[in-house]
């Protein structure tokens, strides 16, 4: 089933900040860590509290199987 995905602003200093702490973490790969659960959460929350992320997200909507 599809849905919509409203993606977060790449370009957003907290967004730029907490991807290079999720993914440039070895230590949290190689351990196997649910990285894509965690970018998730961050995703809902931020999306949230962030207006610019708010409105880039709605200019560029996706559409996700």
């Known amino acids: 089933m599809a849905r919509w995905h409203a993606q977060l602003d790449p370009e957003c200093p907290e967004v ?6 999720l993914y440039g ?7 196997g860590a649910p990285l894509d659960e965690f970018w998730e959460d ?3 929350e931020h999306r ?4 610019r992320c708010q ?3 709605a200019a560029n909507i996706d559409i996700v199987d």
């Open 48 to 51: 949230r509290e962030c207006k």
């Open 55 to 57: 409105e880039y997200g």
């Open 25 to 31: 973490d070895p230590l949290g790969r190689a351990m």
């Open 16 to 21: 730029i900040s907490y991807r290079q702490s």
């Open 42 to 44: 961050f995703e809902n």
